[in-house]
């Protein structure tokens, strides 16, 4: 078939990849000259006039990722040299926290909770005693529960120092607000179904060479077309096919971002027959009920000489002056020939303005750090995910005969995660067959 993929993301990449394999012929579209769409690279200019490649939102997988692993072997990337791989941590400054050893699941989560740092004895047989509970009831609980509900039964230290950050970091949405049910597959998935599921996988490159760039050139090469920095002016259908400004294909794939995907249906419904605009009108009502929130990282500059941080992450205790949840060290993910010196703040749910964020920032890496840094380049992702709320109903991925969508906001077991991305992007190409 003739395929055409609007958006070269995530998502959209791994679609192209799919249909690839699959022997269909592929085009695929990017507005911007940049491929990897919520998840890329993009310059900082350091202030000794180098420049090095960081990232528009530092991202973190996980060992569970099966199909972005996958995904990266087939077009050539090896995540052993890609990827810096290390047990699951979620310890503060201070050394406090949970640490997970490099044992077989559900192993690892267990030893990892009873040796926890700075817990109470009570603390760890309580998370104990609800994982066994979580785990009988084959992780599934009602769509309804929120994480709070989930987890009131548990003494507040471990909802703040534990369930908050973990579920902040996956589901992006604050523990009251986030879906019970996806979180208990995350942490399914994650802690309690493999070997090495739980461990964190920090990209050791930008984004978009950890993926979006090797899959173009791995569907170039065997004929596939990869148009950037030309934006899609019409979708139209014209029996038996869609049009791609004049072009006609058998399938198309809107692969952007929920906003943008809203904005090509509704305007491809306007000189649509009744029966594809009643559908496409249907689709992009539901997708655009989502509620979206976004991410900051700012990248700051320590003061030399600085010590290095206690691991190449750590959890940060966030409060009402102080916004990040994490913090990343550059130079123990990716080293240079010659220290950066720069931290990776990131700060979920964000809100305020970038000169507020920045100061924030400075105050709370001077408390909780002990170090002096200067922000040197802030990104914000106003729609970097969708929020994680119980009972949410997603959109489906077909849209009308032979449009579909794909992406992390698609209907799937994940929240907003490069998985859930990938995944979507395989299975709408399997769809087609």
């Known amino acids: 078939m003739n395929i055409a993929i609007i958006g070269a993301g995530w998502a959209g990449m791994s679609a192209a990849v799919r249909a690839v394999e699959l022997g269909h012929d592929v085009t695929v579209f990017e507005a911007a000259r940049t491929l990897g769409g919520r998840a890329r690279g993009v310059p900082l200019a350091l202030p000794d006039g180098r420049e090095v490649m960081v990232d528009n939102g530092q991202h973190i997988l996980i060992g569970a990722y099966a199909d972005c692993l996958r995904l990266m072997r087939t077009v050539g990337v090896d995540p052993g040299t890609a990827l810096l791989r290390l047990p699951l941590a979620l310890q503060y400054p201070d050394g406090s926290g949970l640490a997970l050893p490099d ?181 992009a009502h539901g997708a655009a009920r989502l509620r979206h929130q976004a991410i900051t990282t700012v990248y700051a500059q320590m003061a030399e000489p600085a010590a290095r941080l206690r691991a190449p992450i750590q959890a940060l205790r966030p409060g009402a002056d102080e916004p990040a949840q994490f913090v990343f060290d550059r130079d123990a993910i990716t080293p240079a020939e010659r220290s950066t010196h720069l931290l990776a703040f990131v700060v979920s749910d964000s809100q305020g303005d970038r000169a507020a964020l920045q100061a924030a920032i400075t105050a709370q890496a001077a408390r909780q750090l002990k170090v002096q840094v200067t922000p040197l380049l802030t990104v914000t992702e106003k729609r970097a995910t969708f929020a994680c709320t119980p009972g949410l109903q997603r959109p489906a991925g077909a849209i009308a005969p032979g449009l579909a969508a794909c992406g992390d906001y698609i209907d799937g077991p994940y929240p907003a995660t490069l998985e859930g991305a990938v995944r979507s992007g395989l299975q709408v190409v399997e769809a087609l067959r």
């Open 103 to 283: 044992w077989p699941a559900p192993l690892d989560a267990a030893a990892g909770i009873l040796a926890a740092r700075g817990w109470a004895w009570g603390d760890k047989l309580a998370l104990l005693r609800a994982a066994l509970g979580w785990r009988r009831a084959g992780f599934q609980c009602d769509e309804r529960l929120s994480v709070a509900d989930l987890c009131a039964p548990l003494p507040r230290r471990l909802r703040d120092e534990f369930i908050e950050p973990l579920c902040v970091s996956a589901l992006n949405t604050p523990i009251a607000e986030s879906s019970a049910r996806v979180f208990l597959r995350v942490l399914h998935d994650a802690l309690f179904s493999q070997r090495g599921g739980s461990n964190l996988l920090l990209p050791r490159i930008d984004l978009g060479a950890l993926l979006p760039d090797a899959a173009a050139r791995w569907i170039s090469a065997r004929g596939a077309r990869v148009i950037a920095g030309q934006r899609v002016e019409s979708l139209h259908w014209r029996a038996p096919h869609w049009h791609i400004d004049g072009q006609p294909f058998d399938h198309v794939l809107i692969a952007t971002s929920a906003p943008n995907a809203v904005q090509i249906a509704v305007q491809s419904a306007q000189a649509a027959t009744p029966s594809i605009a009643d559908q496409l009108h249907a689709w």
